[in-house]
């Protein structure tokens, strides 16, 4: 399961980089149509959320069971100054976080993909499933990054 699930984590993570690459400084500020985010958000986004998805996996590896925040990403657009980053350097960190995320997760044992972290509002999850989370949280935005604009 774990090598499945690092697959499909490396896949999306490389076709976004992939697509990402491939759009112009143009492209990438076109905004979202129906008000959604631009694509440089959604890369902004990633970074972003990588950093929080990274933590997680960390808490779970070095820490017994760890308290795992929440993070609302509605507030991370004015706050965090989305309209003044470089969305190449949000695309270098997604491309940098993956690769030590992969180099580490790769390592683990079984019994280190079923450690637990605590959840606010989702409560206990095993490592595994954090890692499916940040996946499909990963594809999400892949599809919308590739969606009309």
């Known amino acids: 399961m774990s090598s499945e699930l690092l697959a499909r ?19 990438l500020d076109l905004p979202g149509k129906d008000g ?12 972003d959320a990588d950093i929080h998805f990274a933590a997680r996996y960390w808490h ?7 308290l ?5 990403e509605d507030l991370y657009p004015a706050n965090l100054n989305y309209a ?3 969305p190449f350097a949000s695309l270098a960190a997604v491309e940098g ?4 995320n992969l180099d580490v997760l790769s390592a683990i044992t079984d019994v280190q993909w079923n450690r637990i972290g605590i959840h606010e509002s989702a409560g206990e999850l095993t490592l595994i499933q954090i890692l499916t989370k940040g996946t499909e949280h990963r594809e999400g935005h892949l599809n ?4 009309e604009f």
């Open 9 to 27: 984590y490396a896949t999306a993570t490389t076709e976004l980089i992939d697509f990402a690459n491939s759009l112009t400084r143009e492209e």
């Open 36 to 47: 959604e985010w631009s694509r440089a958000f959604i890369i902004h986004h990633m970074a």
């Open 60 to 66: 779970v590896l070095t820490v017994n069971k760890p």
């Open 68 to 72: 795992l925040a929440n993070f609302d």
């Open 84 to 86: 003044h980053r470089d």
């Open 97 to 100: 976080i993956f690769q030590v």
């Open 144 to 147: 919308q990054l590739r969606g």
